[in-house]
């Protein structure tokens, strides 16, 4: 197990889901694992593939060789930065002449990258090298009565080529045994797999909302406590856009949106501050409340 | 004449039962996706529609027709796909390719189209203005003082507020999101 990485926040973590960072960071510090920030990272160049993929490749790969220079691999929260960075780590690995390519276009702001560099989501060290264990382990607190649904979303396990099948794409299990070593459960849903639509948004705002709007309802009916998400992109379709959405097709949901390191910190004894709970627009405070009548015992 | 005008813009997307006519094709349009990053296997294709099938997007917006989009690559209808951005609606979810029986890697092709529909000119509005962004920042939410003191009141590290070097990087864009793009070709909203 590596003990220490590079932690990559990507363009949306740092300004608008503070929360997710303020969790990751307890929690990781809480197993052990060192987090270090590398302040030249930038964007992983994902949304840059719509405009021109090999533009996209540059920026990843200067975020990859300024993690080769530091001698760490790269932790990262969001989905599509992971995607974005092990795509090309691993197709820079395998085609030489690509590599050189990108060399030459790295040289212009005096970089160079040889690779790879291992690029890992947070949920997924958490899930292959902490172990379920170990964190059953660091949980002082049962969440028992929580029934939690997990929004696996898309990058965090696809393209599967890419992260040696870690994870079923059509039968993911990862995000749900996560959740149910806290005492939770963790509920099946239909729509599990669906995309949040995050990405539609800057061509359609109506279908891209549809799209979240979706697992909502779905979601409503089936009585869950709180939505599980492992992406900030995810988490602003689900929580800062779910007003919007309600607004939209004139219903209401309030279903709260928990990022994974929250629910853990939670059963890690840990308070609402450190987890930002607070800054949440759908509020968390009817899962603290359910939580405090039923759940420690 | 306003509606005369309408009827014969000739770059709409083809109408469903509109027959599609020998002049309106370019051969070598298979081959131009084929040529680009991701977009080689496409003619591997044999239309079975899995991709359409579980396509997130098909369900919520008909416009965006995964099978028919390949199948126009295939029939040459150049204008008609990159003219008329719906590639855009794609949401890069790889729903499609993980499920594809040929192979075919969908989101990958997508992807190509729309590279190419950017080189002419045609996305969505926020494509120039997040290459202006990353461009002079680095970044597609640039932070600022005020998010720095924000961040270090929750016990989180301050950032650099720009990345300069980035910019350098984008060269192969051109002027693309320099706001030169804008009066000649105004980017359109995918219907």
């Known amino acids: ?297 | 004449m306003e509606t005369e005008k309408d009827t014969e813009k000739p770059n709409e997307t083809i109408a469903e039962g509109q027959i599609v006519e020998e002049a309106m094709l370019d051969p070598d349009f298979p081959r131009e996706v084929a040529g680009e990053p991701g977009g080689e296997g496409i003619r591997r294709c044999y239309a079975c529609g899995t991709c359409t099938a579980g396509c997130p997007v098909r369900r919520f917006h008909p416009a965006f027709n995964p099978r028919r989009i390949i199948r126009m690559v295939l029939l040459g209808m150049r204008d008609q796909v990159l003219k008329e951005p719906f590639v855009f609606l794609c949401a890069t979810c790889y729903a499609c390719q993980e499920r594809c029986p040929q192979g075919v890697r969908i989101s990958d092709v997508m992807r190509a189209l729309k590279n190419l529909a950017v080189r002419l000119g045609n996305m969505p509005d926020v494509i120039p203005l997040q290459v202006k962004l990353l461009r002079e920042k680095g970044t597609l939410y640039p932070l600022d003082e005020f998010d720095n003191k924000k961040r270090t009141k929750a016990g989180l590290p301050t950032l650099l507020e720009a990345h300069e070097d980035v910019g350098a990087l984008l060269q192969e864009l051109g002027d693309l999101g320099r706001g030169k793009e804008g009066s000649e070709n105004p980017p359109e909203t995918p219907q």
């Open chain 1, 1 to 297: 197990m590596d003990t220490a990485y590079a932690l990559f926040l990507g363009c949306t973590i740092p300004g608008r889901v503070r929360n997710y960072e303020q969790s990751s960071r307890a929690v990781a510090d809480r197993l052990g694992i060192k987090l270090v920030d590398l302040e030249e990272f930038a964007c992983c160049g994902f949304p840059l593939n719509a405009a021109d993929h090999q533009v996209a490749e540059s920026l990843a790969a200067r975020n990859l060789s300024l993690a080769e220079e530091a001698g760490l691999p790269i932790c990262t929260l969001c989905s599509s930065c992971t995607s974005a960075l092990t795509e090309v780590s691993r197709h820079l690995a395998e085609d030489a002449h690509e590599r050189e390519e990108v060399n030459t276009r790295l040289s212009r702001i005096q970089r160079g990258y040889k690779g790879p560099v291992k690029v890992r989501h947070f949920a997924r060290i958490l899930w292959e090298e902490v172990g379920l264990d170990a964190i059953r382990k660091a949980c002082t607190r049962s969440l028992e009565g929580l029934r939690l649904a997990a929004h696996y979303g898309c990058h965090y396990l696809k393209p599967s080529e890419v992260y040696e099948g870690f994870d079923p794409v059509e039968d993911p299990r990862t995000l749900d045994e996560l959740i149910r070593v806290t005492g939770a459960t963790p509920v099946d849903y239909m729509s599990k797999k669906q995309c949040c639509g995050g990405s539609v948004l800057g061509a359609d705002e109506r279908t891209a909302l549809e799209m979240a709007r979706d697992k909502l309802a779905e979601l409503k009916e089936m009585e869950v406590d709180a939505l599980v998400v492992v992406c900030p992109f995810c988490g602003v379709m689900y929580d800062a856009n779910q007003k919007s959405i309600e607004k939209m097709f004139e219903e209401t949901f309030g279903l709260p949106v928990l990022y994974l390191p929250q629910v853990l910190g939670l059963a890690m004894g840990m308070d609402e501050k450190t987890l930002g709970l607070k800054s949440h627009v759908i509020k968390t405070q009817p899962v603290l409340e359910k939580l405090r009548g039923e759940g420690s015992s």
